[in-house]
T-cell receptor, first 113, second 115 residues
Framework: GDSVTQMEGPVTLSEEAFLTINCTYT??????LFWYVQYPGEGLQLLLK?????DKGSNKGFEATYRKETTSFHLEKGSVQVSDSAVYFC????????????FGAGTRLAVHP | ETGVTQTPRHLVMGMTNKKSLKCEQH?????MYWYKQSAKKPLELMFV???????ENNSVPSRFSPECPNSSHLFLHLHTLQPEDSALYLC??????????????FGPGTRLTVT
């Protein structure tokens, strides 16, 4: 079945450091891919998306490129801030089920001043 | 209120209690979802409703009973739960069709503790 694998956290960085959170997927065809973010005490928020191969999703300084050859959708940010501390989830739309999102386990990011 | 709201935010219940979780969306969506978020496990989709009709039920135990009286409201009725049901329960909504149907908007969740 469809699945998403993320790097395990926590990821701990200093402010202004470069961020990469790895995400790879297994799926039938070419599903739409997403990154969601969950801040402490809140629900998930859509951060960015890509709907086809080579698409680059971007938002709030975060970017991710849909790579079908490596089945990857790694999240990057050039300079993180303390306010970016959260849990990040990679997800895809499953080919089975109604609008069914398959999530990775999540990666916790802690940014220190 | 805007977006997706959930009440209560926190709930502690005994295994013999009956309680309900409520979700309300103010986004004009016509699909709604219940997810379970447990520690160190990926989010698990529990139920999906489209136009008030259940379209997904992912092998969820019968002690969880969803209800969708209209496209803006979704309930999760709980009875005779087990301690392992303690988790964060998230509600989400989306458009049912069109290019944005895959973008789900989440509420803040209800933190449930079963004692």
């Amino acid at each position: 079945g469809d699945s998403v694998t993320q790097m395990e956290g926590p990821v701990t960085l200093s402010e202004e450091a470069f961020l990469t959170i790895n995400c790879t997927y297994t799926a039938t065809g070419y599903p739409s891919l997403f990154w969601y973010v969950q801040y402490p005490g809140e629900g998930l928020q859509l951060l960015l998306k890509a709907t086809k191969a080579d698409d680059k999703g971007s938002n709030k300084g975060f970017e991710a490129t849909y790579r079908k050859e490596t089945t990857s959708f790694h999240l990057e940010k050039g300079s993180v801030q303390v306010s970016d501390s959260a849990v990040y989830f990679c997800a895809l739309i499953s080919s089975g089920g109604y609008n069914k999102l398959i999530f990775g386990a999540g990666t916790r990011l802690a940014v220190h001043p | 209120e805007t977006g997706v709201t959930q009440t209560p935010r926190h709930l502690v219940m005994g295994m013999t209690n009956k309680k309900s979780l409520k979700c309300e969306q103010h986004l004009g969506h016509n699909a709604m979802y219940w997810y379970k978020q447990s520690a160190k496990k990926p989010l698990e989709l529990m139920f999906v409703y489209s136009l008030e009709e259940r379209v997904e039920n992912n092998s969820v135990p019968s002690r969880f009973s969803p209800e969708c009286p209209n496209s803006s409201h979704l309930f999760l009725h709980l009875h005779t739960l087990q301690p392992e049901d303690s988790a964060l329960y998230l509600c989400a909504s989306s458009h049912g069709q069109g290019a944005s149907r895959y973008e789900q908007y989440f509420g803040p969740g209800t933190r449930l503790t079963v004692t």
